[in-house]
Structure formats: structure tokens, C-alpha cells
């Protein structure tokens, strides 16, 4: 059974930054593409990034080109998602997901996510 672990969130000032990391255990990380999504309280479901399995390219969401950063460690079978000039908007639950394919919506699994708050 696929299991993943979110960790990293946490309460940032405007322009701060945070690393979240997406932690694999039952499986081997590397086969699969990942994806991070987000959610606000009374907001859709967005997908922010992904990286792909085959090859590593990187997708990202446009309101975060440019200051997110998703990246993997198959080593530590983890993959990490680097916010940077984080803003107010980017407040939400955050979670990874393996997907059949990036870019994707459609999450296979995910884990149970963390909290990021960006706030003055």
C-alpha cells in the first residue's frame, strides 16, 4: 500500500520561505511521478507542481513559477518542494500525490498533508 508523508508546514511571514518534504515508506518513490497540490478552506483543490518519473521534468502552476521549486531525492526517497517570497495566497494544506503522469489532476494517493500559513 502506497504511503506518503507531508512535513514542513508551518507559519511564515510575507516573503518568507519553507521546504516541505514528501516522504515515500511501501514503496519505491522513484517509479512514480509525484505531484503537489493545495487546498484553502472553501477553495477548490489546486494543483501547484509535479515531477515527472521518466525523465524529471518539472511542472508548476502559474502563480508559483519562479518561487516554488520541486525536486526528489531517490536516495532518501523523498521528494521536496522548495516555497520561496511566499505570499498570503499560498496559504493552504498542502499535500504530494503520486500521479500516472505529470501534468495531472488525478491523484492516486496522497498523504495527510501540511498546514502552510502565510501571514504578518
Known amino acids: 500500500q502506497v504511503q506518503l508523508a507531508e512535513s514542513g508546514g508551518g507559519l511564515v511571514q510575507p516573503g518568507g520561505s519553507l521546504r516541505l518534504s514528501c516522504e515515500a515508506s511501501?514503496?519505491?518513490?522513484?517509479?512514480?511521478?509525484i505531484a503537489w497540490f493545495r487546498q484553502a478552506p472553501g477553495k477548490e483543490r489546486e494543483g501547484v507542481s509535479c515531477i515527472s518519473s521518466s525523465d524529471g521534468k518539472t511542472y508548476y502552476e502559474d502563480s508559483v513559477k519562479g518561487r516554488f521549486t520541486i525536486s526528489r531525492n531517490n536516495r532518501k526517497n523523498t521528494v521536496y518542494l522548495q516555497m520561496n517570497s511566499l505570499q498570503p495566497d499560498d496559504t493552504a494544506a498542502y499535500y504530494c500525490a503520486t500521479v500516472v503522469a505529470c501534468p495531472s489532476n488525478t491523484y492516486l494517493a496522497w498523504g495527510q498533508g501540511t498546514q502552510v500559513a502565510v501571514s504578518s
Open positions: 511501501r514503496f519505491a518513490l522513484d517509479y512514480y511521478s
